[in-house]
């Protein structure tokens, strides 16, 4: 696995899963495996629509909140 060093001296994995064009419940199924096959990135966005599902994917994982990446995109509208 490769890792980026971030600006605060953690290691992020350079690989994950996305849930793009994903239904909440097949993001939810996805992520929960995911995390459990050890996967620590997950790569999201607003715009998705799948919040929900990637969220109780995390929940349900029994992963800790402190040990994933979670990586997300808004619209330039959001502020």
Known sequence: MEYVTLNNGIKMPMAGIGVFMMS???AQSAVESALKSGVRLIDTANGYMNE????RGIKSSGVSREDIFLVTKLWPTVL
């Open 24 to 26: 909440p419940a097949e």
């Open 52 to 55: 929900s599902g990637t969220g």
